[in-house]
C-alpha cells in the first residue's frame, strides 16, 4: 500500500510573474535547479558556497533563474533585475550582497524597486554572515534552541519541507482507503509527537487520536500508558515514527489484536528496513532510510533534539557514549 519514498530531489516548474501594466514579463531565463547533476558556473564564489549550504540542509534552489525589467525607456526594457537564487519551497528570490557599502546600497535599491514593481515576489538581501539567520525564517531556528552547533550537524537526511510533502501524500493516501469509515489513530510516544499531528490534520476522515507508551526492559516489552478508549470493532492505525527492529511495532500489534478492532493497520514515518529482526506489516512507510541514528522530528537522543524541524544524523562528538539501540 505504502510507497516509501527514495531521497531525492524534483524540480518544479515555477510560475512567471507578470509585468503591471501590461509591460513585458520578466524574462524566463534556464533555469538551473539543485536538482541537476552539474552546477552552474556562479559568478562569485559566495554563491556556490550559499548553494553548498542550501544543498547541506536540502533546500531546493535556482540559479539566477528569472530577470525582472525594474525600468522601461521609450517602450524598451532598460534596467533589468537577476536576483542570484529562488528557493522554490519557501517561494523566496535571495541576492547575496557583500560587506561592500556601494553594492549594498546599489542592491538595496533594486530589491525596493522590485517590490514596488511586483509585490507578490518574495525577496530578501543577504550577508553572508546571515545565512544560518535565513533558516530562522523557515521554521530551522531551533537548531539553536536545541543548543546544537550547526557544526555537529553531519548530514541532513530529510528537510522540513521533505517530510512535509511526504506527509500530506501519506495523509491522502490514507484518506481515500479510509473512504467512508472513521479512523483510531494509536501513537506510539514520544517520538511520534510530530508526526502525529502532521499526519492527523493531512487526514481527511473522521479520526479520534489516543496514545499509548512502552517501556522496553531485560524480560522485554511492556505499557506503561495504555489506551484510553476501547478499539473493539475500530479501524485502528497504529502510528509509529520508527520502526527498527521491528519489537515495539510487534508487541503493540499483538496487544491490540487482542481487543478485537474492525481492522489494523500500520504507518510509520521512516523504516529502517535492514534492522529488522521481527518481521512486522507495515502498511505505510514515508521514507526507507539506511541505518544510521537519526534525530529530529520527535526523534531523540536522550530526550533532546526532537524539536528540530529535520531528520539528521549528528556527528558522533554528540555522542558521549554508545548509541542508543544500535
Ligand atoms: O522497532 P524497534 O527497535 O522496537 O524501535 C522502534 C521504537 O523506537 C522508538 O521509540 P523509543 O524507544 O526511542 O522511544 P521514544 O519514542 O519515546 O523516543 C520508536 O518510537 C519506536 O517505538
Ligand atoms: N532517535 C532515534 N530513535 C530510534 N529508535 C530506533 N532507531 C532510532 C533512531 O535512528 N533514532
Given at each position: 500500500?505504502?510507497?516509501?519514498?527514495?531521497?531525492?530531489?524534483?524540480?518544479?516548474?515555477?510560475?512567471?510573474?507578470?509585468?503591471?501594466?501590461?509591460?513585458?514579463?520578466?524574462?524566463?531565463?534556464?533555469?538551473?535547479?539543485?536538482?541537476?547533476?552539474?552546477?552552474?558556473?556562479?559568478?562569485?564564489?559566495?554563491?556556490?558556497?550559499?548553494?553548498?549550504?542550501?544543498?547541506?540542509?536540502?533546500?531546493?534552489?535556482?540559479?539566477?533563474?528569472?530577470?525582472?525589467?525594474?525600468?522601461?525607456?521609450?517602450?524598451?526594457?532598460?534596467?533589468?533585475?537577476?536576483?542570484?537564487?529562488?528557493?522554490?519551497?519557501?517561494?523566496?528570490?535571495?541576492?547575496?550582497?557583500?560587506?561592500?557599502?556601494?553594492?549594498?546600497?546599489?542592491?538595496?535599491?533594486?530589491?525596493?524597486?522590485?517590490?514596488?514593481?511586483?509585490?507578490?515576489?518574495?525577496?530578501?538581501?543577504?550577508?553572508?554572515?546571515?545565512?544560518?539567520?535565513?533558516?530562522?525564517?523557515?521554521?530551522?531556528?531551533?537548531?539553536?534552541?536545541?543548543?546544537?552547533?550547526?557544526?555537529?550537524?553531519?548530514?541532513?537526511?530529510?528537510?522540513?519541507?521533505?517530510?512535509?510533502?511526504?506527509?500530506?501524500?501519506?495523509?491522502?493516501?490514507?484518506?481515500?482507503?479510509?473512504?467512508?469509515?472513521?479512523?483510531?489513530?494509536?501513537?506510539?510516544?514520544?517520538?511520534?509527537?510530530?508526526?502525529?499531528?502532521?499526519?492527523?490534520?493531512?487526514?481527511?476522515?473522521?479520526?479520534?487520536?489516543d496514545y499509548l507508551q512502552?517501556?522496553?526492559?531485560?524480560?522485554?516489552?511492556?505499557i506503561t500508558k495504555d489506551l484510553d478508549?476501547?478499539?473493539?470493532?475500530?479501524?485502528?492505525?497504529?502510528?509509529?515514527?520508527?520502526?527498527?527492529?521491528?519489537?515495539?511495532?510487534?508487541?503493540?500489534?499483538?496487544t491490540?489484536?487482542?481487543?478485537?478492532?474492525?481492522?489494523?493497520?500500520?504507518?510509520?514515518?521512516?523504516?529502517?528496513?535492514?534492522?529488522?529482526?521481527?518481521?512486522?506489516?507495515?502498511?505505510?512507510?514515508?521514507?526507507?532510510?539506511?541505518?544510521?541514528?537519526?534525530?529530529?522530528?520527535?526523534?531523540?537522543?536522550?530526550?533532546?533534539?526532537?524539536?528540530?524541524?529535520?531528520?539528521?544524523?549528528?556527528?558522533?562528538?554528540?555522542?558521549?557514549?554508545?548509541?542508543?539501540?544500535?
Amino acid at each position: 500500500m505504502g510507497e516509501p519514498k527514495e531521497v531525492i530531489r524534483n524540480p518544479e516548474p515555477d510560475d512567471v510573474p507578470s509585468e503591471p501594466g501590461g509591460a513585458p514579463s520578466p524574462a524566463s531565463t534556464e533555469s538551473t535547479s539543485s536538482s541537476e547533476p552539474s552546477k552552474p558556473r556562479f559568478a562569485h564564489p559566495a554563491e556556490a558556497e550559499f548553494a553548498a549550504f542550501l544543498d547541506f540542509y536540502r533546500i531546493r534552489w535556482e540559479y539566477e533563474p528569472k530577470a525582472f525589467p525594474l525600468r522601461w525607456r521609450d517602450g524598451r526594457v532598460a534596467e533589468m533585475f537577476r536576483p542570484d537564487f529562488y528557493l522554490p519551497e519557501q517561494d523566496l528570490y535571495v541576492e547575496l550582497t557583500t560587506m561592500r557599502q556601494s553594492l549594498v546600497t546599489r542592491k538595496n535599491r533594486k530589491v525596493r524597486r522590485l517590490r514596488q514593481l511586483y509585490p507578490n515576489i518574495n525577496i530578501v538581501l543577504l550577508y553572508r554572515k546571515d545565512f544560518h539567520e535565513l533558516l530562522s525564517r523557515f521554521g530551522y531556528g531551533s537548531v539553536h534552541i536545541t543548543s546544537l552547533r550547526p557544526d555537529q550537524i553531519e548530514r541532513v537526511l530529510l528537510s522540513a519541507a521533505e517530510i512535509q510533502g511526504r506527509v500530506a501524500e501519506l495523509g491522502q493516501q490514507i484518506s481515500a482507503d479510509y473512504a467512508g469509515e472513521s479512523i483510531l489513530l494509536v501513537g506510539v510516544l514520544k517520538g511520534i509527537t510530530f508526526f502525529l499531528a502532521d499526519l492527523s490534520r493531512a487526514i481527511t476522515r473522521p479520526l479520534a487520536i489516543d496514545y499509548l507508551q512502552l517501556a522496553h526492559t531485560g524480560e522485554g516489552v511492556h505499557i506503561t500508558k495504555d489506551l484510553d478508549l476501547d478499539v473493539r470493532g475500530q479501524h485502528v492505525l497504529l502510528v509509529e515514527d520508527i520502526v527498527n527492529t521491528g519489537v515495539s511495532v510487534d508487541f503493540v500489534l499483538r496487544t491490540l489484536r487482542e481487543r478485537e478492532p474492525a481492522s489494523l493497520r500500520v504507518c510509520t514515518l521512516l523504516d529502517k528496513a535492514e534492522r529488522r529482526l521481527v518481521p512486522v506489516p507495515v502498511d505505510y512507510v514515508g521514507f526507507t532510510i539506511p541505518n544510521e541514528f537519526v534525530v529530529g522530528y520527535g526523534l531523540d537522543y536522550r530526550e533532546l533534539y526532537r524539536n528540530l524541524p529535520f531528520l539528521c544524523v549528528l556527528k558522533r562528538e554528540v555522542y558521549e557514549e554508545a548509541l542508543p539501540g544500535e
